[in-house]
């Protein structure tokens, strides 16, 4: 049995493995990113909201 093909099937497995799980942490580092902008944006708007309710 020749072990190059076996070798080669393994590391591509890997690689292709390692970029999928890079490309999730990329997905979830985006809609982390996403909810924050969200948040903060819902944040000055009530904080605007009640600066003018006060002034």
């Known amino acids: 049995m020749d072990k190059l093909p076996v070798m080669l099937l393994l ?19 985006y809609y982390v990113t996403l909810s924050f902008s969200q948040a903060t944006r819902s944040l000055v708007y009530m904080f605007t909201r009640l600066l003018l309710q006060y002034l």
């Open 11 to 29: 590391l591509y497995r890997s690689s292709v493995t390692v970029s999928f799980s890079e490309q999730t942490v990329l997905l979830s580092n």
